[in-house]
């Protein structure tokens, strides 16, 4: 065990129902006025959205909306929700949607305080000093960001995908209703759970080796990760799948797996970041490219974890047999594996590449991902 602070302020209301009780509970807190962010229509269509405006308006919060958060998100857009968040004098934020749609709220709550440029916080040239309280009912299981400290937003200006973290960022309060989540579609469901494996494996491969709680946390996830997406796809409204989906999720990136395991990089994210900065694919989707390429360039480095994953996970006795079943079971779920999957071709790797290591240079991990490795990596792909 590797010493370690473990921090997590986020409270959770789980269960059926619960996107009822955000009005009480940010009246509790004292909220008057909050910005509701949403994303392109999914929120309204469900009805999910017309609930949380009726319980604000029954617990007196007035709400002053912003939607059409696109996924990806993007800068402009954040900062037309951070001019109306100012003009409205809103003393909260509230997100109803995806890892999209509340990763924009992450950025908004912390961009009202910021003087200057706001994309400084994300290409670590300045630090978030405040936020206001971030509230979030989640509609699908993905990216964690419903309980982690992290904010991705994408600058259509440079074509970067970069991440701000802060301890400012964590949500206050999380409403997860798996209920929430039975329109999610097929690939939707698919992407979360590449994204949720990503998550947890990016460490499980790159840290030193022998910690074993922590080996087994993230076994216990891709394992409930697996078994529910398959119920999930095959019954969009079974409410246990959809349930174990969405809390294996928030777990995978909220700060419990690695906690203790030593310091660890987060390669894959590197670049499909690149990649859905550059051509606006589902981050998943990416992820599910990205990840068997990877591992097979580092089944070579670190043979001992990747028959250990092999053996846990599969049954299966070598690396390149675990790294094999995993792709399958992308391809079974309906994920790409393959860059011709997601409509880039060969010829862009190099530019991806050179993107890639820009980001890799910022996460401190440059001298290991040039953006000749990088290319030696997804030519795998
Ligand atoms: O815009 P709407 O209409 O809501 O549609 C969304 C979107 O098209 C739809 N959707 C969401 N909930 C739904 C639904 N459709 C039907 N029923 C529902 N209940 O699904 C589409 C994808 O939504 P999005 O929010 O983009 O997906 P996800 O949650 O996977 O978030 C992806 C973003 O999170 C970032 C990714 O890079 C990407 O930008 N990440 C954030 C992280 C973090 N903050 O810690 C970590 C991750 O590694 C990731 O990078
Ligand atoms: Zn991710």
């Not at 951070?82 to 004098?89: K, N, Q, S, T, V």
């Not at 009202?112 to 994300?122: E, K, S």
């Not at 698919?190 to 840290?207: N, Q, R, S």
């Not at 349930?243 to 797996?257: E, I, P, Q, S």
Request: charged share 20%; glycine share 10%.
């Amino acid at each position: 065990m590797f010493d370690f602070e473990f921090h997590n302020p986020t409270r959770i209301l789980f269960g059926r129902g619960r996107e009822n009780e955000t009005g009480g509970e940010l009246a509790a807190d004292g909220v008057k006025r909050a910005l509701l962010v949403s994303g392109r229509g999914s929120a309204e269509r469900s009805g999910v959205l017309g609930r949380v405006r009726g319980s604000l308006a029954a617990a007196g919060v007035d709400a002053v909306e912003h939607p059409g958060v696109v996924a990806n998100p993007v800068l402009p857009h954040a900062l037309e929700g951070i001019a109306l968040a100012r003009e409205a004098g809103v003393d909260a934020v509230l997100a109803v949607g995806g890892g999209s749609v509340i990763d924009e709220a992450k950025t908004i709550a912390c961009g009202i305080f910021h003087q200057g440029d706001i994309w400084d916080l994300f290409r670590g040239r300045a630090e978030v000093k405040r936020a206001l309280p971030v509230y979030t009912v989640l509609t699908l299981a993905a990216a964690g960001s419903e309980m982690n400290k992290n904010a991705v937003i994408t600058n259509p200006a440079t074509r970067q995908k970069y991440s701000v973290s802060s301890k400012h960022l964590f949500p206050r309060l999380s409403i997860l209703n798996p209920e929430l989540t039975f329109t999610v579609p097929a690939d939707h469901t698919a992407y979360g759970a590449v994204d949720a494996i990503a998550h947890v494996l990016e460490a499980y491969f790159t840290k030193k080796p022998g910690t074993r709680l922590q080996d087994r946390l993230v076994e216990a996830i891709v394992l409930t990760v697996m078994e529910n997406t398959e119920k999930a796809i095959a019954a969009p409204d079974d409410y246990g799948a959809r349930a174990a989906l969405m809390w294996a999720a928030t777990l995978a990136l909220n700060g419990l797996t690695p906690a203790g395991a030593g310091p660890y990089g987060f390669p894959n994210h590197m670049i499909e970041h690149a990649m859905s900065a550059m051509f606006d694919i589902p981050h998943g989707a990416g992820l599910a490219v990205v990840l068997p390429a990877w591992m097979r360039w580092h089944a070579e480095r670190n043979p001992e974890q990747h028959v250990r994953f092999a053996r846990k996970i599969f049954g299966r006795d070598t690396a390149e047999e675990g790294i094999a079943a995993l792709e399958e079971w992308f391809v079974r779920i309906g994920a790409p594996v393959r860059l011709a999957g997601v409509d880039i071709a060969a010829e862009r790797v190099p530019e991806i590449a050179e993107n890639a290591a820009g980001l890799a240079r910022v996460w401190g991990i440059g001298e290991e991902y040039p953006a000749a490795v990088i290319e030696e990596i997804l030519a795998r792909a």
